[in-house]
Protein backbone atom coordinates (compact mmCIF):
# COMPACT_ATOMS: atom_id res chain seq x y z
CA UNK A 1 0.00 0.00 0.00
CA UNK A 2 1.43 3.61 -0.92
CA UNK A 3 2.13 5.57 1.78
CA UNK A 4 2.14 8.67 -0.33
CA UNK A 5 -0.58 10.72 -0.09
CA UNK A 6 -2.95 12.15 -3.15
CA UNK A 7 -1.52 15.61 -2.80
CA UNK A 8 2.34 15.12 -3.71
CA UNK A 9 1.25 12.49 -6.85
CA UNK A 10 2.33 13.80 -10.15
CA UNK A 11 -0.39 12.04 -11.85
CA UNK A 12 -3.26 10.22 -10.56
CA UNK A 13 -3.93 6.75 -12.22
CA UNK A 14 -6.57 4.09 -12.05
CA UNK A 15 -3.60 2.38 -9.80
CA UNK A 16 -3.55 4.91 -6.84
CA UNK A 17 -7.58 5.32 -7.13
CA UNK A 18 -7.61 1.82 -6.46
CA UNK A 19 -4.58 2.36 -3.36
CA UNK A 20 -6.97 5.13 -2.06
CA UNK A 21 -9.92 3.24 -1.23
CA UNK A 22 -8.17 0.62 0.53
CA UNK A 23 -6.41 3.26 2.80
CA UNK A 24 -9.51 5.19 2.67
CA UNK A 25 -8.86 8.50 1.62
CA UNK A 26 -11.99 10.07 0.18
CA UNK A 27 -11.73 10.62 -4.11
CA UNK A 28 -12.29 14.20 -4.91
CA UNK A 29 -14.20 14.74 -8.68
CA UNK A 30 -15.45 18.02 -10.18
CA UNK A 31 -16.39 18.05 -14.11
CA UNK A 32 -14.44 20.42 -16.44
CA UNK A 33 -14.84 21.57 -20.09
CA UNK A 34 -12.75 23.95 -20.80
CA UNK A 35 -8.94 24.54 -21.08
CA UNK A 36 -9.18 27.32 -18.88
CA UNK A 37 -11.20 26.09 -15.73
CA UNK A 38 -9.43 22.90 -16.25
CA UNK A 39 -6.48 24.34 -15.49
CA UNK A 40 -7.92 26.15 -12.44
CA UNK A 41 -9.68 22.72 -11.41
CA UNK A 42 -6.52 20.79 -11.85
CA UNK A 43 -3.55 23.12 -10.02
CA UNK A 44 -6.00 23.02 -7.11
CA UNK A 45 -5.42 19.31 -6.81
CA UNK A 46 -9.03 17.71 -7.84
CA UNK A 47 -8.12 13.33 -8.23
CA UNK A 48 -10.38 13.00 -11.08
CA UNK A 49 -12.15 15.63 -13.90
CA UNK A 50 -15.23 14.36 -15.23
CA UNK A 51 -15.49 15.81 -18.58
CA UNK A 52 -19.33 14.83 -18.46
CA UNK A 53 -22.18 15.06 -20.97
CA UNK A 54 -23.56 17.61 -18.91
CA UNK A 55 -21.81 19.76 -21.38
CA UNK A 56 -25.00 19.64 -22.96
CA UNK A 57 -26.51 21.49 -20.59
CA UNK A 58 -24.14 23.89 -18.62
CA UNK A 59 -21.96 25.26 -22.01
CA UNK A 60 -24.50 24.23 -24.87
CA UNK A 61 -28.31 25.22 -22.61
CA UNK A 62 -30.01 22.00 -23.87
CA UNK A 63 -32.45 20.83 -21.30
CA UNK A 64 -31.43 17.08 -20.76
CA UNK A 65 -27.95 15.65 -21.72
CA UNK A 66 -28.84 13.70 -24.66
CA UNK A 67 -28.23 16.34 -27.72
CA UNK A 68 -24.50 16.56 -26.71
CA UNK A 69 -22.69 14.79 -29.99
CA UNK A 70 -19.33 12.58 -29.59
CA UNK A 71 -17.70 15.28 -31.96
CA UNK A 72 -18.42 17.71 -29.61
CA UNK A 73 -17.23 15.35 -26.36
CA UNK A 74 -14.28 14.70 -27.97
CA UNK A 75 -13.84 18.78 -28.57
CA UNK A 76 -14.47 19.39 -24.85
CA UNK A 77 -12.29 16.86 -23.21
CA UNK A 78 -9.23 17.88 -25.93
CA UNK A 79 -9.45 21.23 -24.48
CA UNK A 80 -9.24 20.18 -20.91
CA UNK A 81 -6.29 17.55 -21.43
CA UNK A 82 -4.38 20.12 -22.83
CA UNK A 83 -4.67 21.90 -19.19
CA UNK A 84 -4.18 19.41 -17.27
CA UNK A 85 -1.25 17.65 -15.69
CA UNK A 86 -2.34 16.30 -12.32
CA UNK A 87 -6.02 14.96 -12.49
CA UNK A 88 -7.09 11.73 -13.87
CA UNK A 89 -9.16 12.64 -16.95
CA UNK A 90 -12.12 10.75 -17.43
CA UNK A 91 -14.83 11.26 -20.54
CA UNK A 92 -18.75 10.54 -20.94
CA UNK A 93 -19.54 8.58 -23.89
CA UNK A 94 -22.42 10.07 -25.09
CA UNK A 95 -25.99 9.26 -25.37
CA UNK A 96 -26.70 6.76 -28.82
CA UNK A 97 -22.78 6.26 -29.18
CA UNK A 98 -22.35 2.52 -27.50
CA UNK A 99 -26.17 1.81 -26.46
CA UNK A 100 -26.60 0.43 -29.98
CA UNK A 101 -24.04 -2.31 -30.20
CA UNK A 102 -20.42 -3.01 -28.51
CA UNK A 103 -18.74 -2.45 -32.32
CA UNK A 104 -20.13 1.23 -32.29
CA UNK A 105 -19.42 1.51 -27.95
CA UNK A 106 -16.00 0.43 -29.16
CA UNK A 107 -15.44 2.72 -31.71
CA UNK A 108 -17.00 5.72 -29.75
CA UNK A 109 -14.00 4.65 -26.65
CA UNK A 110 -11.50 4.55 -29.37
CA UNK A 111 -12.16 7.87 -30.91
CA UNK A 112 -11.92 9.39 -27.44
CA UNK A 113 -8.83 7.92 -26.22
CA UNK A 114 -7.20 9.22 -29.39
CA UNK A 115 -8.74 11.85 -30.54
CA UNK A 116 -8.44 13.90 -27.38
CA UNK A 117 -5.67 12.20 -24.68
CA UNK A 118 -8.07 11.53 -22.13
CA UNK A 119 -7.54 8.97 -19.74
CA UNK A 120 -10.62 6.78 -19.07
CA UNK A 121 -14.08 6.80 -20.27
CA UNK A 122 -17.65 6.59 -18.05
CA UNK A 123 -20.77 4.48 -19.74
CA UNK A 124 -24.30 4.94 -17.76
CA UNK A 125 -25.96 1.01 -17.31
CA UNK A 126 -25.47 -1.98 -15.75
CA UNK A 127 -26.28 -5.51 -17.30
CA UNK A 128 -27.98 -4.20 -20.42
CA UNK A 129 -24.62 -2.30 -21.27
CA UNK A 130 -22.23 -5.69 -19.92
CA UNK A 131 -21.34 -6.44 -23.73
CA UNK A 132 -20.38 -2.71 -24.60
CA UNK A 133 -18.16 -2.75 -21.34
CA UNK A 134 -16.24 -5.43 -21.80
CA UNK A 135 -15.47 -4.82 -25.33
CA UNK A 136 -13.78 -1.33 -24.58
CA UNK A 137 -12.17 -2.85 -21.76
CA UNK A 138 -11.02 -5.68 -24.37
CA UNK A 139 -8.76 -2.68 -25.59
CA UNK A 140 -7.33 -1.42 -23.01
CA UNK A 141 -9.60 1.49 -22.31
CA UNK A 142 -10.41 1.59 -18.68
CA UNK A 143 -14.31 2.68 -18.16
CA UNK A 144 -16.08 3.59 -15.30
CA UNK A 145 -19.89 2.94 -14.57
CA UNK A 146 -22.71 5.25 -13.83
CA UNK A 147 -25.81 3.74 -11.61
CA UNK A 148 -28.76 4.82 -10.14
CA UNK A 149 -30.00 8.18 -11.78
CA UNK A 150 -28.90 7.90 -15.42
CA UNK A 151 -29.61 10.95 -17.47
CA UNK A 152 -29.33 9.32 -20.52
CA UNK A 153 -32.40 7.65 -19.74
CA UNK A 154 -33.91 10.06 -18.27
CA UNK A 155 -37.54 9.91 -20.92
CA UNK A 156 -37.35 6.16 -19.55
CA UNK A 157 -37.96 6.99 -15.92
CA UNK A 158 -39.98 10.81 -16.90
CA UNK A 159 -38.44 12.31 -13.55
CA UNK A 160 -34.94 12.96 -11.96
CA UNK A 161 -36.37 11.79 -8.59
CA UNK A 162 -34.40 9.52 -6.18
CA UNK A 163 -33.71 5.71 -7.68
CA UNK A 164 -33.59 2.29 -6.19
CA UNK A 165 -35.89 3.53 -3.19
CA UNK A 166 -37.90 0.17 -3.64
CA UNK A 167 -36.00 -3.34 -3.19
CA UNK A 168 -36.51 -4.47 -6.60
CA UNK A 169 -34.73 -1.64 -7.90
CA UNK A 170 -31.88 -1.89 -5.13
CA UNK A 171 -31.30 -5.16 -5.69
CA UNK A 172 -30.72 -4.91 -9.38
CA UNK A 173 -28.38 -1.82 -8.87
CA UNK A 174 -26.34 -4.06 -6.43
CA UNK A 175 -26.37 -6.71 -8.85
CA UNK A 176 -25.26 -4.33 -12.02
CA UNK A 177 -22.66 -2.83 -9.63
CA UNK A 178 -21.29 -6.15 -9.40
CA UNK A 179 -21.49 -7.37 -12.56
CA UNK A 180 -19.35 -4.08 -13.65
CA UNK A 181 -16.61 -4.61 -11.13
CA UNK A 182 -16.54 -8.25 -12.18
CA UNK A 183 -16.19 -6.85 -16.38
CA UNK A 184 -13.17 -5.22 -15.20
CA UNK A 185 -14.36 -1.32 -14.57
CA UNK A 186 -12.08 0.76 -12.22
CA UNK A 187 -14.75 2.54 -10.40
CA UNK A 188 -18.29 3.64 -10.36
CA UNK A 189 -20.18 6.60 -10.17
CA UNK A 190 -23.76 6.43 -7.74
CA UNK A 191 -26.15 9.43 -8.62
CA UNK A 192 -29.27 10.19 -6.32
CA UNK A 193 -29.90 6.92 -4.79
CA UNK A 194 -30.40 6.44 -1.07
CA UNK A 195 -27.20 6.52 1.38
CA UNK A 196 -27.80 3.00 3.41
CA UNK A 197 -27.67 1.26 0.04
CA UNK A 198 -24.53 3.37 -1.27
CA UNK A 199 -22.63 2.39 1.54
CA UNK A 200 -23.40 -1.36 1.08
CA UNK A 201 -22.47 -1.03 -2.68
CA UNK A 202 -19.61 0.49 -1.71
CA UNK A 203 -18.79 -1.99 0.95
CA UNK A 204 -19.63 -4.86 -1.54
CA UNK A 205 -17.48 -4.52 -4.54
CA UNK A 206 -13.98 -3.75 -4.40
CA UNK A 207 -13.36 -1.08 -7.02
CA UNK A 208 -13.77 2.69 -5.68
CA UNK A 209 -17.64 3.85 -5.85
CA UNK A 210 -18.12 7.82 -6.39
CA UNK A 211 -21.31 9.05 -4.62
CA UNK A 212 -23.68 12.34 -6.06
CA UNK A 213 -26.46 12.38 -4.19
CA UNK A 214 -25.30 9.20 -2.42
CA UNK A 215 -24.24 10.20 0.89
CA UNK A 216 -21.07 9.74 2.69
CA UNK A 217 -20.30 6.57 2.99
CA UNK A 218 -18.82 5.97 -0.35
CA UNK A 219 -15.21 6.81 -1.51
CA UNK A 220 -15.83 9.85 -3.12
CA UNK A 221 -17.50 12.61 -4.49
CA UNK A 222 -18.52 14.17 -7.77
CA UNK A 223 -20.06 17.27 -8.57
CA UNK A 224 -20.66 19.47 -11.30
CA UNK A 225 -18.56 22.40 -11.17
CA UNK A 226 -20.68 24.97 -12.80
CA UNK A 227 -23.34 23.78 -9.66
CA UNK A 228 -21.00 24.08 -7.03
CA UNK A 229 -19.32 27.41 -7.86
CA UNK A 230 -23.21 29.21 -8.24
CA UNK A 231 -22.30 30.12 -11.91
CA UNK A 232 -25.90 28.46 -12.73
CA UNK A 233 -28.42 29.00 -10.35
CA UNK A 234 -31.27 27.17 -11.30
CA UNK A 235 -30.34 23.86 -10.48
CA UNK A 236 -30.12 23.32 -6.82
CA UNK A 237 -30.84 20.03 -5.56
CA UNK A 238 -30.61 18.21 -1.69
CA UNK A 239 -27.60 17.02 -2.40
CA UNK A 240 -25.60 19.91 -3.81
CA UNK A 241 -23.57 22.52 -1.12
CA UNK A 242 -22.92 25.63 -3.31
CA UNK A 243 -18.99 26.71 -2.42
CA UNK A 244 -19.28 30.09 -4.15
CA UNK A 245 -21.99 32.48 -5.97
CA UNK A 246 -19.79 33.25 -9.03
CA UNK A 247 -23.00 34.45 -10.67
CA UNK A 248 -23.21 37.30 -8.48
CA UNK A 249 -19.43 38.39 -8.42
CA UNK A 250 -19.53 38.16 -12.38
CA UNK A 251 -22.70 40.13 -12.96
CA UNK A 252 -21.20 42.79 -10.42
CA UNK A 253 -17.51 42.56 -12.52
CA UNK A 254 -19.61 43.27 -15.68
CA UNK A 255 -22.09 45.70 -14.31
CA UNK A 256 -19.04 47.82 -12.76
CA UNK A 257 -16.99 47.41 -16.55
CA UNK A 258 -20.03 48.84 -17.86
CA UNK A 259 -20.66 51.45 -15.67
CA UNK A 260 -16.72 52.49 -16.30
CA UNK A 261 -17.15 52.51 -20.20
CA UNK A 262 -19.48 54.22 -19.73
CA UNK A 263 -18.76 57.39 -17.63
CA UNK A 264 -15.39 56.91 -19.45
CA UNK A 265 -13.45 56.12 -16.56
CA UNK A 266 -11.72 52.76 -18.46
CA UNK A 267 -9.56 53.57 -19.54
CA UNK A 268 -7.19 56.10 -17.53
CA UNK A 269 -4.67 57.39 -18.40
CA UNK A 270 -2.21 54.32 -17.00
CA UNK A 271 -3.77 52.27 -19.10
CA UNK A 272 -3.68 53.77 -22.50
CA UNK A 273 -0.33 53.49 -24.56
Do not use: W
Not at 132 to 158: C, D, E, N, W
Amino acid sequence: MSVHSSASIKRITTHILQEMKQRGEKISMLTAYDYSMAKIVDSAGIDIILVGDSASNVMAGHETTLPITLDQMIYHASSVVRAVKRSFIVVDIPFGSYQGNSSEALRSAIRIMKESGAHAVKVEGGAEIKESVVRILSAGVPVMGHLGLTPQSIYKFGTYTVRAKEDAEAAKLLEDAKILEECGCFAIVLEKIPAALAKKVAETVSIPVIGIGAGGDVDGQVLVMHDMLGITQEFKPRFLRQYADLQQVMTDAFKNYIQDVKSQDFPNESESY
